[in-house]
């Protein structure tokens, strides 16, 4: 149990495109799900907060107008790097939780590996 | 000074032998603390997951947490090649109602056959 899907695992694209992300439980219904970034060799990097129905929260120094995330459904959030350029380019992965309170575990989908050319 | 420390190896053992990661932490009001393993440019895998302080082994894997020394452990009895990986530490506090994590930089593990 507990599985989280990424599609695309990877994308390249050019420099100005805008670039979608899925993120999706797949046995469970998350109330929260967390986008990370995460560069070679490095810890992994939270980037926003998204609860289902509601705007995300985004991380100090996270630009909300580049990365538009929307939790649309308990099964799905999507990140959208806008206007993409080569300093976007990472390793972008997500994870969801089930419901709050006392659980306070996190799964993580495969990640998406982002290039900008 | 960083909330979760850990140191981030790289760490050699050969195979068979006991894997010993640890985290350090400052923030007292963390009380769930995970252990998530990262193969190479995948997503990490939740390996542990303990409740405040204690004890919790699962199979080949034992955590350990000591809330009065702030301090986390993971053991690997008769580690496998397979287990080469990143290894990393994370937690969250009560007062944090939407259970955002904080991680430690990640212990990389090499198992030599």
């Known amino acids: 149990g507990a599985v989280v899907s990424q599609h695309p695992s990877r994308v390249i694209c050019k420099s100005g495109t805008s670039v979608k992300i899925e993120c999706r439980s797949l046995d469970f219904q998350a109330t929260t799900m967390f986008w990370y970034r995460q560069f070679p060799k490095k810890s992994l990097m939270l980037m926003a907060t998204s609860n289902e129905g509601s705007k995300a929260t985004y991380e100090q120094g996270v630009e909300k107008d580049k990365f538009l995330i929307n939790h649309a459904s308990l099964t799905l959030s999507t990140l959208t790097v806008t206007s993409a350029h080569p300093e976007d380019s990472s390793f972008y992965i997500c994870?969801?939780?089930?419901?709050?309170?006392?659980?306070?575990?996190?799964?993580f989908g495969p990640g998406t590996r982002l290039t900008v050319l | 000074q960083k909330e979760v420390e850990q140191d981030p190896g790289p760490l050699s053992v050969p195979e068979g032998a006991i894997v010993s990661l640890n985290c350090t932490y400052s923030?007292?009001?963390?009380?769930?603390f995970m252990w998530y393993r990262q193969y190479s440019r995948k997503g990490p895998e939740l390996l542990m997951y303990?409740?405040?302080?204690g004890n919790k082994e699962d199979g080949r894997f034992t955590a350990q947490v000591d809330k009065s020394s702030k301090y986390i452990s993971l053991f690997i009895r008769d580690s496998q090649p397979s287990d080469s990986a990143t290894y990393l530490c994370?937690?969250?506090?009560?007062?944090?109602?939407?259970?955002?994590?904080?991680f430690g930089a990640g212990t990389q593990v090499v198992v030599t056959p």
């Open positions: 994370a937690m969250s506090g009560s007062t944090d109602s939407w259970g955002k994590l904080q």
């Open positions: 923030n007292s009001a963390f009380q769930y």
């Open positions: 994870s969801a939780r089930e419901g709050r309170g006392q659980y306070h575990e996190q799964f």
């Open positions: 303990t409740y405040s302080s």
